[in-house]
Structures are given as structure tokens and as C-alpha cells.
């Protein structure tokens, strides 16, 4: 009974530990949008009102609108500055190193390529067909929503605008969730994992590896700081997760973000069209080609997600009676110089 007691213990504090290293995570990538953007915005506006000696007007038009844009891009650059060196820190001992390792190998990239076209972009106008329906049933919650996402850009803050959510917030957002919370929440669900062997020899089951992508899901739903859009985020982020596991490089999450995101200004220009188009059967499409694109990217990438365990070195040494089975006492003769088992 005090050995299970022991082996509980152990395990919360294990998973304690590790999922406080994720929140820590979430917090400095709070930490740099809070400070860049609210430190940022209060230069601009005394500078603003220095120079011209009316601070109102500026924070009423659209040099206030450019000044936050930039503000949010400098942002993104500071989080890659600090999670991409940390991510790649943290890679050759992650569980994802050992999953690229077995992953299917000699993937077509393009056939992967187009699989994450048909599901981002049929997963982006499936949410636009939802956020209809929404849009009727919680007009008030569906203003707010609009107004966030809200978008006045023009020439070349337009293409700054475009950059910063087609491309850099792919990058930095796969990075902090994908990578950093994602490894975070796989050691939580992997009690016993230590310094001295990361995850090269643990194993991991279905069950442990969904928990671990349902948590880094909801950190990324949460940073988006709305309910309607973390709400979808949420279910977009485990599909992310999915997709890195599967393949175990950051580079297809990425492609797959940056085609959600991308393709969200398809919307705009063909809703005239869908307009004569009942919503239902917009969604019904959309999630039909989302599901098709997610079944052939699975088929394509068919490992399973069950890590097993690799026996240590020393273990098999031991097995062969080459070195002391841990916690044996006594000696055993040392191996003769350039002994290979």
C-alpha cells in the first residue's frame, strides 16, 4: 500500500511539474503581447501627442489602427526570437523526436502538401458557415466577434496585415503550442521521465498522447483571448497536434495553420456566391472535404500514435549479464576492452 501511495505521489508531482511549465509558457507569451503592445501603444501615444499636440485625434483614426498592427507584429517576431531557440533546445530529447523517428517514411510532400490545402481551407469555411448560424441565434456575442476580427488595413499596411496572420502567426503560434506546450504536456502525461534520457526510451500510449494534445489545444484556444474564436481554435488545435504527431515536424502544422489562415480571405471575395448557396449545405461540403482531407492525410501518414518502449542500453547489458542489475549488490567482471554485446 505505502509503495502505491509512493507511486501516486510521484506521478502528481510529476504532472504538476509539467504542466505548471506550461502555463509558464503561456504566461511569457502573455508576458511579450501585454509588454510590446501595451508599452508599445503608450510610446506612440505620447510621441503622438508631442508631436502634434492632440493625442485624441490619433488615437481615433487610422495611424492608431497602422501603430497596432506594427505593435502586434513586433510581438510575433519576439515570440519566435524566444520560443524558436528554446524549442530547438528542447527538440533532440523531445517525444516528437522519437515519433519522427518511427513516422511512415517516403511521404509524398506533395501529396501531403495537398491534403493540408483541402483541410484548411475546407476547415475555414466550415467555421464561416458555423459563425453564421451563431451569428443568428447570438447576434450581441457575434458584434463583439466581428469587431475583434475586425480588419481596416489599406495598401501597405494591408500586406503587413496579410503577413502577420497568413504567415508569422503560423510560425510563432505552432512553435509556442505545437512545440514547447505540446513537449510540456507529454512529459506531464509520461511520469518518470528525467533529464539523462528525455524521451528516447518511454513509452506512450493513445490515451497519454490525446490528453497531452487536448491540453495544448486549450492553452492555444485560450490565447486567443475570445470565446467564439478560442472555441474553434480549441477544436483546430488538436487537429494541429494530430497532424505533428503523425508526421513528428513542425513543418506541416505550419503549412496546415498557414492554409487555415490563408484562406480566410477567400471568404470575403466568394461570399457573394455562397450567399445563393443554402449555409447548410456549406457546412455539410466543407466538413465532408475536411473529413476526406483528414482520413487520406491519416492514410498517408499511418503510424500509429502508440510509441512502445525501447529497452535501455544498460538494460540489455544487464539482461546479458554484462552489468549489475539496478539495485543488485556486488560486482560483476568488467567487459574486456572493445566489447560490443
Not at 484548411?120 to 466550415?126: D, I, K, L, N, P
Request: hydrophobic share 55%.
Amino acid at each position: 500500500m505505502g509503495h502505491c501511495d509512493m507511486g501516486l505521489k510521484s506521478y502528481a508531482y510529476s504532472f504538476l511539474k509539467w504542466m505548471l511549465a506550461l502555463a509558464f509558457v503561456f504566461a511569457i507569451y502573455m508576458f511579450i503581447q501585454v509588454v510590446v503592445a501595451g508599452f508599445g501603444g503608450t510610446v506612440i501615444g505620447v510621441i503622438a501627442a508631442l508631436a502634434s499636440g492632440d493625442s485624441e485625434s490619433f488615437m481615433e483614426g487610422a495611424a492608431l489602427d497602422n501603430a497596432i498592427l506594427m505593435l502586434g507584429v513586433a510581438a510575433q517576431l519576439v515570440v519566435i526570437a524566444v520560443f524558436l531557440p528554446w524549442w530547438r533546445c528542447m527538440r533532440p530529447a523531445s517525444f516528437v523526436a522519437r515519433r519522427e523517428a518511427v513516422a511512415t517514411n517516403d511521404v509524398s510532400f506533395a501529396k501531403s502538401l495537398a491534403l493540408l490545402l483541402v483541410i484548411g481551407v475546407s476547415a475555414q469555411f466550415f467555421v464561416g458557415g458555423i459563425l453564421e448560424i451563431v451569428e443568428l441565434l447570438f447576434p450581441e456575442a457575434m458584434a463583439e466577434y466581428s469587431e475583434f476580427m475586425e480588419d481596416t488595413s489599406v495598401g501597405v499596411f494591408a500586406i503587413v496585415s496579410a503577413l502577420s496572420i497568413a504567415v508569422l502567426a503560423p510560425i510563432n503560434e505552432e512553435i509556442v503550442c505545437r512545440g514547447v506546450m505540446f513537449e510540456y504536456a507529454m512529459r506531464a502525461m509520461s511520469p518518470g521521465w528525467n533529464v539523462t534520457d528525455g524521451a528516447r526510451y518511454r513509452a506512450v500510449s493513445a490515451r497519454a498522447f490525446w490528453i497531452a494534445n487536448t491540453l495544448q489545444a486549450l492553452a492555444f484556444g485560450v490565447l486567443h483571448m475570445n470565446l467564439i474564436q478560442g472555441g474553434y481554435a480549441f477544436v483546430l488545435g488538436a487537429v494541429l497536434g494530430w497532424v505533428f504527431w503523425r508526421t513528428g515536424k513542425l513543418r506541416y502544422p505550419i503549412i496546415l495553420h498557414f492554409a487555415m489562415n490563408a484562406s480566410s480571405y477567400l471568404v470575403e471575395p466568394l461570399y457573394p456566391l455562397l450567399s445563393a448557396v443554402p449555409t447548410g449545405l456549406v457546412i455539410v461540403f466543407a466538413a465532408v472535404m475536411f473529413a476526406l482531407g483528414i482520413r487520406g492525410f491519416g492514410r498517408l501518414w499511418s503510424s500509429s500514435d502508440v510509441l512502445d518502449s525501447i529497452e535501455r542500453p544498460q538494460d540489455v547489458a544487464a539482461v546479458q549479464g554484462i552489468l549489475p542489475v539496478e539495485g543488485e549488490v556486488g560486482d560483476r567482471p568488467t567487459p574486456p576492452d572493445g566489447y560490443l554485446g
